[in-house]
């Protein structure tokens, strides 16, 4: 059966260094999703992107952050300068379209020292 | 705000029993889906009920959906240890992302 992968597991920044969080969504599924869990907190959305362009993107979504579908098969989350309050579970997700199952990938550990 | 919420926060049963947890939500939504997480680990989507359905079965799991009481619940048959996890209702209104509750953590006793 198809998998949302993501790459690396778990990756252990330095407070203010760039960080880029790799995702291969299922192949015919066209809305894809980052979504982040601070340890013993809620799943947070973060952004939803379809057709090559953000389709809505919360708070926590700013600047410092940006989204990515380089090619036809990998969807990145950039993280420019992280803090410590970044550090977190963060998980991809896709959907083949709106409104149906998102399917999600095991996450990526991401800690800020 | 649009999230849902479980109840209860914790649930600790005998292996063979069923487990009950329900969610609840504030506003209409598009559909509702519930997922198991594994301690540390991804999520595992386990169904979604449209709000023009009042219940789902898949295996040991069944899920209802009241829209007039903006509810929701989960019933887990005949638990099994490997059932231990927590469980997370997610809404989906009308734009499409998911607003996830803090979720029951699920303990199945041998």
């Known amino acids: 059966e198809p998998e949302v992968t993501q790459t690396p597991s778990h990756q252990v920044t330095q407070m203010g260094q760039e960080v880029i969080l790799r995702c291969v969504p299922i192949?015919?599924?066209?809305?894809f999703y980052w979504y982040r869990q601070i340890l013993g907190q809620k799943v947070e959305f973060l952004v939803s992107?379809?057709?090559?362009?953000?389709?809505?993107k919360s708070e926590i979504f700013d600047d410092q952050f940006s989204v990515e579908r380089p090619d036809g098969s990998n969807f990145t989350l950039k993280i420019r300068s992280t803090k410590l309050e970044d550090s977190a579970m963060y998980f991809c997700?896709?959907?083949?379209?709106?409104?149906?199952?998102?399917?999600f990938g095991p996450g990526t550990r991401l800690t800020v020292l | 705000s649009q999230q849902g919420e479980e109840d209860p926060q914790a649930l600790s049963i005998q292996e063979g029993e069923n487990a009950t947890m329900n969610c609840s939500y504030k506003?209409?939504?598009?559909?509702l889906q519930w997922y198991r997480q594994n301690s540390g680990r991804g999520l595992v989507h386990l169904i979604l009920?449209?709000?023009?359905?009042r219940e789902k079965h898949s295996g040991r799991l069944r899920v209802t959906l009241d829209t007039s009481k903006k509810s929701s619940s989960l019933l887990i048959t005949a638990s099994r240890a490997a059932d231990t996890a927590s469980y997370f209702c997610?809404?989906?209104?009308?734009?499409?992302?998911?607003?996830f509750g803090a979720g029951t953590t699920v303990t199945v006793r041998a």
């Open positions: 506003t209409s939504i598009n559909n």
């Open positions: 009920i449209r709000s023009n359905e």
């Open positions: 992107f379809y057709n090559n362009e953000i389709s809505e």
């Open positions: 997700a896709s959907t083949p379209w709106a409104g149906d199952t998102q399917y």
């Open positions: 997610a809404t989906d209104r009308d734009d499409y992302k998911l607003s």
């Open positions: 192949s015919n599924h066209l809305y």
